[in-house]
């Protein structure tokens, strides 16, 4: 079997449960954060930095690995894991949100998506069974239904054909997989901001039998108070022996409140992306260590956290490195913000054993600033 879940406990006090997540590549505990390698790694860090942060699972993106250095390489290579020598669990999207949100450059119609590519302009088509095909090749343990993830703001009747078009092509793609016994293919559920359309998007997709759901088109620009509703018509209906992912979600405090609404996996590109602009998640908020106030302050980014950037650094050596276009100046940040992340995770799961969650959360919320 591809992928094998078990929750080992369930919060008495919210909808939070631990669990345990078995692939091709080892053992996943949930709830899990996933850092995000779009194209074959996470930037600025090494697969062994990785490993020393705590990651157990990482996410590739197959609309840029189709793009370069193609899919086939990758298979001649031995696959991604081979590929980038991470011998852990991989999760690869199925490529939906980022063609989708190429805007003119693409045209989607019932048998998938023409478009033109961001790199030199060429002309591509991606179906449902393409999109398969090309997870196949490279090899994560778990792979991604082609979907289309409908935009915030859109109106009911778009949103009502983006579920459709979901549904159909998540049959599709079950059609198309080859690998079931080395990777498990996940449906996903659509439906926008609209509570009805995401209750029949969670029972057309929950009824197609995948080993995993996710719930998609959440955290693209709706106000959080939304996408937290919306998980609270959807998660009920999404089977409780199998794991439920929230994608592209990865801020501290709706790593919380999704867990809480009972989701187990996440990813986000947030944490290494405000890591290059100078950004730090720290236990009392962010830190903005590129601005100048910093200049001067030889306190590390975060007084509480034990990671190599806050033993071994000062928030004015790293201010500077980043002024200066060093490299090392992201690295640093990027090795903390990934460092706190998977702590919080860690934090999270120990509240959830000892029922305290929600007096977790809300110490949190109140030392974070929210």
């Not at 805007?103 to 961001?118: K, M, Q, Y």
């Not at 179906?127 to 398969?132: D, F, L, M, R």
């Not at 790593?255 to 290494?272: A, K, P, S």
């Not at 302050?297 to 071994?312: Q, R, V």
Request: with cysteine; glycine share 10%.
């Amino acid at each position: 079997m591809a992928l094998e879940f078990r929750v080992l406990k369930e919060c008495k006090r919210t909808g939070a449960r631990l669990g345990e997540l078995k692939t091709p590549h080892g053992v996943i505990n949930t709830p899990v954060f996933m850092p995000v390698g779009t194209r074959g790694t996470v930037k600025a860090m090494t697969p062994e930095e990785l490993k020393s942060v705590g990651a157990q699972i990482i996410l590739g993106n197959t609309y840029h690995l189709y793009l370069r250095p193609g899919h086939e390489l990758i298979k001649r290579a031995g696959g991604l894991h081979s590929f980038m020598s991470w011998d852990r669990s991989i999760l690869t999207d199925s490529g939906g949100f980022q063609v989708f949100s190429l805007g003119d450059l693409r045209e989607i119609s019932d048998e998938g998506v023409h478009f033109r590519s961001h790199i030199d302009g060429s002309g591509h088509f991606i179906s449902p069974e393409k999109a398969v095909e090309i997870q196949n090749a490279l090899g994560a343990d778990i792979i991604m239904a082609f979907d289309e993830c409908p935009p915030y703001p859109c109106d009911y009747e778009y949103a009502r054909n983006s579920m459709e078009i979901t549904a159909k092509w998540a049959e599709r793609c079950l059609e198309a997989h080859r690998n079931t016994k080395t990777q498990a293919l996940f449906g996903i559920v659509q439906g926008s901001v609209y509570k009805d359309l995401r209750k029949e998007s969670a029972r057309q997709i929950t009824s197609l039998g995948f080993p995993g759901y996710a719930v998609g088109g959440l955290s693209v620009g709706e106000p959080k108070d939304i996408m937290y509703s919306m998980l609270e018509e959807t998660v009920p209906l999404m089977p409780g022996g199998k794991p439920r992912y929230l994608m592209g979600v990865g801020s501290p405090d709706a790593l919380i409140e999704g867990v809480i609404r009972g989701i187990d996996m996440f990813d986000c590109v947030l944490q290494t992306r405000i890591a290059r602009n100078g950004t730090a998640m720290t236990s009392r908020g962010r830190v903005v260590v590129r601005n100048a106030v910093y200049a001067e302050d030889f306190s590390p980014l975060d007084p509480e956290c034990d990671c190599c950037t806050c033993t071994n650094y000062s928030r004015a050596y790293i201010r500077h490195l980043l002024k200066a276009d060093e490299i090392l100046g992201l690295r640093l940040t990027t090795y903390h913000n990934l460092y706190f992340t998977l702590g919080l995770m860690g934090k999270i799961k120990e509240a959830i054993l000892e029922d305290r969650l929600p007096e977790f959360r809300d110490e949190f919320f109140e030392r974070y600033g929210y």
